[in-house]
Nanobody
Framework: QVQLVESGGGLVQAGESLRLSCAAT????????MGWYRQAPGKQRELVAIDSGGEATYADSVKDRFTISRDNAKNTIYLQMNGLKPEDTAVYYC???????????????WGQGTQVTVSS
């Protein structure tokens, strides 16, 4: 069992920055990926950034503005969001995938979501 606790969302003006954090607690085995997704009203959830074995990938819309980082000792990931735009407005979700053993499928966990609102 894993719990993901997010923080850092809020309301900001266009061009400002936010830093999201997600701390994983509980029974942690081998983490395969940790990442961030977002879902805007009326739209499907989309991948924002993901860390896989220390390698980070980003959606094209955020690759030059957002940075994902990871603190392995704390089982925590962060999303530094700079130069925020109104189109970044969404609920941001932390995601963790881990595998306890090769004989079972990997497990997936989601955070509760944190609202990011960017006004113009």
């Amino acid at each position: 069992q894993v719990q993901l606790v997010e923080s850092g969302g809020g309301l900001v003006q266009a061009g400002e920055s936010l830093r999201l954090s997600c701390a994983a607690t509980g029974t942690i085995f081998r983490i395969t990926t940790m990442g961030w997704y977002r879902q805007a009203p009326g739209k499907q959830r989309e991948l924002v950034a993901i860390d896989s074995g220390g390698e980070a990938t980003y959606a094209d819309s955020v690759k030059d503005r957002f940075t994902i980082s990871r603190d392995n000792a704390k089982n925590t990931i962060y999303l530094q969001m700079n130069g925020l735009k109104p189109e970044d407005t969404a609920v941001y979700y932390c995601n963790l995938r881990q595998r306890r053993a090769l004989v079972v499928p990997p497990s997936e966990y989601w955070g509760q979501g944190t609202q990011v609102t960017v006004s113009s």
